[in-house]
């Protein structure tokens, strides 16, 4: 089967390796433009692009999905079927020009939690599963005919980026069980139930502010689900704190939510109801610490 694969980040790579592994005709991998980072605006290239000249694919990076060249350029290929895995929205021109259409790997058990940040809502929310879905693309964004679905556990200790990690795994098996079927014809796919849709929209920074009037537990989950990235912070001394690494307590918050507590060698904040204990976190401008090296440094200074 002749297919083109479109993605982004480390998330992709797996499913675009399993093609690989198996042995699919790989014609060509769709990726971002290229972007200066850094300092010296040194070019960097995405996950998937590093991947693929590995391996010597063929990348295309249009910087425009609709452009009437790169389309023209996908229709010359004439892929059997495109499997995109965190990319972009493909536009109807695009998605319409395989023959057996186009498919979609999603980091939520769809329809729940639609959108660009599916995983860490999940844990944000405070949810005891999730999964991975694979689905046919049609115009309104992750609404598409289910084919395949997979749940995990979301454990107690995980956070958004130990469950990115799992579910990529675990959706690179589901990308290649969804082809397999495409190719033997015994794809049996199943409209969504609009009752049960949520939505997952982007995360910014202004929506990774520390409201520590809420619960202990709203506020541990809020942490680990944007633990490593993109970081839940507070402000001390108008400076950003991020917080990395948090642990319930069964210990009663008696002072204002947002108070500090030091306590043989252990660091904790008052919220609404109980303390929370803080493991690691990182001051402005300076490198990610444990909680003890931070007390350290109260007290030397």
Known sequence: MKIIFMGTPEFAVPSLKILLDNKYDLQAVVTVPDKKKGRGLKTSFSDVKNFALEKNLKVLQPDNLKDEKFINEIKTLAPELIIVVAFRILPKEVYTIPEYGSINLHGSLLPKYRGAAPINRSIINGDSETGVTTFFLKDKVDTGN????????????????????????????????????????????????????????????????????????????????????????????????????????????????????????????????????????????????SAVDFINGLVKN
């Not at 139930?193 to 995360?203: H, N």
């Not at 202990?216 to 402000?235: K, Q, V």
């Open 146 to 289: 289910i084919i395949l679905q997979n749940k995990i556990r979301i454990e107690p200790n995980d956070n958004a980026g130990s469950i990115h990690d799992k579910l990529s795994v675990l959706g690179a098996d589901l990308v290649l069980k969804t082809v397999r079927l495409i190719e033997k014809g015994n794809i049996i796919e199943f409209s969504q139930d609009e009752s049960l849709a949520s939505p997952a929209p982007k995360i910014f920074k202004q929506d990774c502010k520390i409201d520590w009037n809420k619960s202990s537990t709203e506020i541990h989950n809020f942490i680990r689900g944007l633990s490593p990235y993109p970081a839940a912070y507070t402000l001390m001394d108008n400076k950003t704190v991020k917080i990395f690494k948090s642990t319930l307590t069964d210990m009663k918050s008696e002072n204002e939510p947002g108070s500090v507590i030091v306590n043989n060698k252990k660091l904790f904040v008052c919220t609404k109801d109980k303390l929370i204990e803080i493991h690691e976190l990182q001051l402005e401008g300076k490198k990610r610490i």
